[in-house]
């Protein structure tokens, strides 16, 4: 696949790819003989870790490290592990943070529903 390809397949900018393989994100992109990136299954399958991981606000420097350690071999797993299951932890910590969130939006929706509605009159407003 050329980067445009891709670029279209995962809704990634082409300059996104090209910095994740820059970073050593992407192992090694196979190239035509003209030089071009000819993307395979593999390099695409990092790309869509890469992505999924990016979505769950794993930073760069973390990313880097677990491909290391994934380079290195099997006997990195319990590391690599560890770095998911952090990842893990702070993602679930967000989505309670969002949850929250929710439930405020959700209140305060409510409550102008029912005072456009006429059902409230005496209430005290509160950010």
Same mark, same amino acid.
């Given at each position: 696949?050329?980067?445009?390809?891709?670029?279209?397949?995962?809704?990634?900018?082409?300059?996104?790819?090209?910095?994740? #393989?820059? @970073?050593? $994100?992407?192992?090694? /992109?196979?190239?035509? +003989?003209? !030089?071009?990136?000819?993307?395979? *299954?593999?390099?695409?399958?990092?790309?869509?870790?890469?992505?999924?991981?990016?979505?769950?606000?794993? #930073?760069? @420097?973390? $990313?880097?490290?677990? /491909?290391?350690?994934? +380079?290195? !071999?099997?006997?990195?797993?319990? *590391?690599?592990?560890?770095?998911?299951?952090?990842?893990?932890?702070?993602?679930?910590?967000?989505?309670?943070?969002?949850?929250?969130?929710?439930?405020?939006?959700?209140?305060?929706?409510?409550?102008?529903?029912?005072?456009?509605?006429?059902?409230?009159?005496?209430?005290?407003?509160?950010?």
């Amino acid at each position: 696949m050329t980067i445009a390809e891709v670029s279209k397949k995962y809704d990634l900018t082409p300059d996104t790819i090209r910095y994740y #393989e820059k @970073e050593g $994100l992407i192992p090694k /992109v196979p190239r035509t +003989k003209n !030089g071009i990136r000819d993307f395979d *299954e593999e390099s695409c399958g990092w790309i869509e870790f890469i992505k999924c991981m990016r979505n769950a606000g794993m #930073e760069i @420097e973390i $990313l880097k490290k677990y /491909v290391d350690l994934f +380079k290195k !071999g099997k006997s990195t797993i319990k *590391e690599r592990k560890l770095l998911l299951e952090e990842q893990r932890t702070r993602l679930l910590k967000k989505q309670q943070d969002i949850n929250a969130t929710l439930e405020r939006l959700d209140y305060k929706i409510k409550l102008y529903q029912e005072i456009e509605a006429g059902k409230r009159k005496d209430f005290m407003e509160k950010p």
